[in-house]
């Protein structure tokens, strides 16, 4: 069983920056592929960022270039360094880990872009 752990959300003005962090456990963190997804209420969750587990990474069109995200295996920490933050970017944000058959979740972190 893997246990993920968000943390980093807040409320931001539009134009601002917030780092979240999700810390894993109860695994060998660095197998898994990590990804940040985030829901809307009444919208499907949607893929934010990926990183695998050989640091290659993909992002979603709509963050290209504002968000970057990174893993740190020695910590067990996945990163999502978010820039120019959106009122649309308002959203619960997921941390994701994945290998093979394995899917896991942590419970989310609410960002608010907002003025």
């Known amino acids: 069983q893997v246990q993920l752990v968000e943390s980093g959300g807040g409320l931001v003005q539009p134009g601002g920056s917030l780092r979240l962090s999700c810390a894993a456990s109860?695994?060998?963190?660095?197998?898994?592929?990590m990804g940040w997804y985030r829901q809307v209420p009444g919208k499907q969750r949607e893929l934010v960022a990926r990183?695998?587990?050989?640091?290659?990474?993909n992002y979603a069109d709509s963050v290209q270039a504002r968000f970057t995200i990174s893993r740190d295996n020695a910590k067990n920490t996945v990163y999502l360094q978010m820039n120019n933050l959106k009122v649309e970017d308002t959203a619960v944000y997921y941390c994701?880990?994945?290998?093979?058959?394995?899917?896991?979740w942590g419970q989310g972190t609410q960002v608010t872009v907002s003025s």
């Open positions: 990183i695998s587990s050989d640091s290659r990474t």
């Open positions: 109860g695994t060998v963190f660095r197998f898994y592929a």
């Open positions: 994701n880990a994945a290998l093979m058959r394995d899917n896991y």
